[in-house]
């Protein structure tokens, strides 16, 4: 695509992802075999010229949503926002015309050329926290949003994470939900039964919750290889996103960028970052 979207506002937007997970949350990894169907990779009618000449649609990913602390350290403060820096960004979205899209909505604009309503901006949360049930979808909600919900499948059901409950809850309500992997290792770091662990067996089980097909996969960290592509196309994703990387132009569908929402910037300069971002 072209390389139009999201200025970097500030230094801590350059970072790679998404924070480190704690310890406390590992555990042996339950490896399931499971027989996957391989199926002949997608082909798109849109081709892949015609992909890379799209506007790229503002894509936003946000964390923690949270009470800064003093104490805080950069990290944290950079996948933070606030309770209320986040409902002033819903409301300034809302405000602005802003229309939410969901990853089949893209896929479909880019692929197939199809129609996405005036000034669209997909909203995306990493990692499976609870307070983006309890405060990020309510606020949402307020102004019809849709948002995606990439779930680190280890965490569910612990303390400060989403439950089971929750997922299905967002599912049934019209949000979409992805994989982010089990445990967040960095799909660079992947081989042998890792693929089944990280990939497909988030996939099933997440598949198990809604009921719904999982097709959209967001790299742990924001990090990515060429080597990891066929592996997620041959588990069924359909797009994948990463952070504010480069992307592959040869790989636009598994490649797709995100800004990071951090808790540094004020709302004006983020909705001044997604003005800059969404150019025709």
């Known amino acids: 695509m072209k390389n139009i979207l999201f200025p970097f506002l500030v230094g801590l937007l350059f970072l790679a992802g998404c924070q480190s997970k704690p310890d406390a949350l590992k555990k042996e990894a339950p490896f399931i075999k499971l027989q996957v169907k391989k199926d002949e990779q997608r082909k798109p009618v849109s081709s892949l010229t015609t992909i890379l000449q799209k506007p790229e649609i503002p894509v936003l990913c946000y964390h923690r949503i949270r009470n800064i602390l003093a104490s805080d350290g950069d990290n944290m403060r950079t996948y933070s926002v606030t309770p209320t820096a986040f409902a002033q960004q819903m409301k300034a979205l809302s405000e602005n015309g802003f229309h939410s899209i969901l990853p089949a909505q893209l896929d479909e604009y880019l692929t197939h050329n199809g129609k996405l309503p005036s000034k669209p901006v997909m909203i995306t949360f990493d990692d499976t926290r609870e307070e983006q049930f309890s405060i990020g979808a309510a ?101 994948a996103f990463i952070l504010s990387t480069k992307g592959d132009p040869n790989e636009p569908l598994y490649t797709i960028r995100r800004l990071i929402v951090s808790g540094s910037l004020s709302t004006e300069e983020i909705f001044k970052a997604i003005q800059s971002s969404f150019k025709k």
Not at 182 to 190: F, Q, S
């Open 139 to 239: 606020e949402m909600n307020k102004y019809g949003f849709k948002g995606v919900f990439f779930i680190m499948t280890v965490s569910i059901n612990r303390p400060g994470y989403m439950t089971k409950t929750q997922i299905k809850n967002l599912s049934d309500n019209g949000h979409s939900i992805g994989a982010h992997s089990w445990d967040h290792h960095p799909i660079t770091k992947y081989k042998g039964k890792d693929w089944d662990i990280q990939l497909l067996n988030p996939k099933k089980q997440l598949e198990s919750i809604t009921g719904k097909p999982v097709n959209y996969f967001a790299y742990p960290s924001g990090i990515w290889n060429k080597a990891g592509i066929p592996k997620l196309k041959s588990n069924g994703y359909q797009l």
